[in-house]
Nanobody, 115 residues
Framework: QVQLVESGGGLVQPGGSLRLSCKAPGSIFSIAIMAWYRQAPGKERELVTSIGSFGSTHYADSVKGRFTISRDNAKNTVILQMNSLKPEDTGVYYC?????????WGQGTQVTVSS
């Protein structure tokens, strides 16, 4: 069973920052599209951002200019830097590694933005 290990969630005030990380096995990380999804209470899981194996990125409109995704290829880790956080960013954030035929998920990490 492939494990994606996430870390970095927590409670932060509006306007604050958090940094999430996700480590994947090297054989997966080197070829996969790595992504972060989130699921707010009562809502469907949504794509937040993704980064391809060559570094191309995609962001949801709601996070553009505030979130940055990056890859540390030496550590097989994808980083999500979240700045200017808003209460609507609250949810469980899931790391995803996708490359046909596989689609792996992390266990999720809670992000709560509240005063």
């Amino acid at each position: 069973q492939v494990q994606l290990v996430e870390s970095g969630g927590g409670l932060v005030q509006p306007g604050g920052s958090l940094r999430l990380s996700c480590k994947a096995p090297g054989s997966i990380f080197s070829i996969a599209i790595m992504a972060w999804y989130r699921q707010a209470p009562g809502k469907e899981r949504e794509l937040v951002t993704s980064i391809g194996s060559f570094g191309s990125t995609h962001y949801a409109d709601s996070v553009k200019g505030r979130f940055t995704i990056s890859r540390d290829n030496a550590k097989n880790t994808v980083i999500l830097q979240m700045n200017s956080l808003k209460p609507e960013d609250t949810g469980v954030y899931y790391c995803n590694a996708y490359k046909v035929p596989f689609d792996y998920w992390g266990q999720g990490t809670q992000v709560t933005v509240s005063s």
